[in-house]
């Protein structure tokens, strides 16, 4: 029984034409089960989705090259720093995919299959199981809004919007100022939770009365545009 457990082979010379293909296999395969998980509940690209599917593959491989003495240090360095491949920044959601299908390699290229394949379905059904539950996602979120407002700079939005917005919230933070136009006007970024969805118009029409009729926008607040 035990047997299942131990490496495959015990070094890089022990590794045969068979040992390497029985490997790139189940690697394959659990990266196939990663990627149709994460792909199962949430919004992906085929890009990200393929690259899960390949990545124990090719990161078993490198493990299986270099797994000697110093070259298994040299190799787990380099195999994490993979996670550098993604030249857009990745939502908390896709790190930790990344990092699955990593640590998923890197258990296959040392020869413990067993554990990989049991270490990656236990982590898929726990995916699913919280996705399932909506874990982590608050009552507030549809009332959770981005309000952006442009105000003159001379005005005092400390007082004069901040009480607008108090008004129709139940809670609000300003994320962000910024000067614009020549540094005549101020965009600023508020989270707003409100209290009343419907009345989004009266809280846009107060506002326009207070900075002088210019741009307001009410938006949905995207969390998945965070990281993490």
Known sequence: ?????????????????????ICMGFALLA??????????????TDS????????????????????GDIGAGI????????VRFRSAPGTAKEIVVIFLAMATGLLIGMGFIAYALIFAVI?????????SLNFGNGKVKKSAKVLKVMVPE????????????????DSMELVMVKSTNMGSMFRLTYNVTLKD?????????????????LEVAVCRQETDNYGL
């Open 31 to 44: 990266g196939f089960l990663i990627s149709a998980v994460y792909m199962f509940k949430n919004k992906h």
């Open 123 to 131: 982590i898929c059904l726990v995916i699913l199981a919280y996705s």
């Open 154 to 169: 001379d005005l005092d939005y400390n007082s004069e919007i901040d009480s607008v917005i108090n008004e129709y919230s």
């Open 75 to 82: 190799a787990v360095a380099g195999a994490f720093s993979l």
């Open 48 to 67: 990200f989705a393929l690259t899960i599917a390949l990545l124990p593959a090719i990161v078993s491989v490198v493990i299986m090259v270099v797994s």
């Open 197 to 213: 969805e419907s009345k989004q118009k009266e809280l846009i029409d107060k506002i326009r009365v207070r900075n002088g009729n």
């Open 1 to 21: 029984m035990s047997s299942i457990f131990d490496s495959l082979f015990d070094s890089v010379d022990s590794m045969g034409p068979q040992e390497f293909i």
